[in-house]
């Protein structure tokens, strides 16, 4: 079954905005919600930043959506901590919380004052902690010295079925290492070429079977200007390499970089269209490809009217 989703961007709304449009997007007809969790936003142009994993008992308890988490343990957060917040949620609404767990960028986790790993250590610091993770929601009382400390800690309350930890890759190499300890993959969407070598990777690597989701930047307003223009006020911080987004330390910097990014460019990193149906085509190519679980992110700011028409005219598509 394909679940079309929405996506809790705290980056750019209030927590209480964001609780608005999860509880539409339901009665629209969407299925699923996937939250950022970030401590800064990418600019000062979205200028919000909620604490999510608060916002996710309210979100879960106002509806009955699944819903995700794209987290990354290890140094703003320790995994001992990610357990027992995961393994809560999935205790309180159960099979309805999956995590989804990657390495983080500098932006959010420079704010403990330790050292910003080079890219290797932090996958191995990721392994690390899904191991103790894993390791608490089976009951074992963990104590592990390495990238990361843990010391004595067990975890007294489990849900009776473990959350899925979904694996966060945006290169092939990172999703075929991702597919030997991941429950699935969850990647951003691209042109279908390139993302069919993150499927082969993830596969190859041992995906083969695993769902796969795909977070889709799309921008829907009522004229393509409008969309354009929406797309670039607010994402232009988001369309740079991994090796950026990752690398650089504040929000000012990633937005002044960002004043030299064309609007037109945009188009290459953003789905802008004024048409539904043209949204269901790209969004069936995405299908096409073995993605079982789409959250659409609507990057400019008019969400009731994007949740509102493509619960009509999009989502009955993929959903009947």
């Not at 809560?88 to 403990?112: C, D, K, S």
Request: hydrophobic residues 40%; contains cysteine; proline residues 6%.
């Amino acid at each position: 079954m394909i679940r079309i989703g929405y996506q809790a961007s705290h980056e750019q709304y209030t927590p209480s905005a964001l609780l608005k449009y999860v509880k539409m997007a339901e009665q629209a007809g969407f299925k699923a919600c996937n939250s950022s969790d970030h401590f800064h936003p990418w600019s000062h142009d979205q200028g919000e930043s909620g604490f999510a994993w608060s916002w996710l008992g309210a979100a879960m308890q106002a509806t009955s959506l699944d819903f995700g988490i794209v987290n990354a343990p290890g140094q703003r957060y320790h995994p001992a901590i990610i357990a027992q917040a995961a393994a809560t949620l999935a205790e309180m609404f159960p099979e309805r919380f999956w995590v989804a767990l990657g390495t983080g960028q500098y932006l959010n986790e420079h704010i403990t004052g330790t050292v910003w790993p080079l890219k290797q250590d932090r996958n191995n610091r990721l392994k690390e902690c899904v191991d103790i993770i894993r390791a608490l929601w089976a009951g074992e009382t963990v104590t592990h010295h390495g990238l990361v400390t843990v010391e004595e800690a067990t975890l007294f309350t489990r849900p009776a079925t473990p959350p899925p930890i979904i694996g966060a890759a945006i290169t092939p190499p990172t999703a075929k290492w991702v597919g030997s300890w991941a429950d699935g993959l969850i990647t951003t969407a691209r042109p279908p070429e390139e993302l069919k070598k993150m499927v082969t990777a993830f596969k190859e690597g041992g995906g083969e079977g695993k769902p796969m989701f795909l977070k889709v930047e799309i921008s829907f307003a009522k004229t393509e200007a409008e969309a354009l223009d929406g797309a670039y006020d607010q994402w232009r911080s988001n369309i740079f390499t991994s090796s950026v987004l990752t690398e650089l330390r504040t929000a000012k910097q990633l937005q002044e970089a960002a004043q030299l990014v064309p609007k037109e460019i945009m188009k290459e990193h953003v789905l802008i269209s004024t048409e539904p149906q043209q949204y269901t085509e790209w969004l069936q190519q995405y299908v096409d490809l073995g993605f079982t679980t789409l959250v659409l992110h609507n990057v400019n700011l008019e969400q009731e009217r994007f949740i509102e028409i493509f619960g009509e005219k999009v989502l009955p598509h993929f959903h009947q």
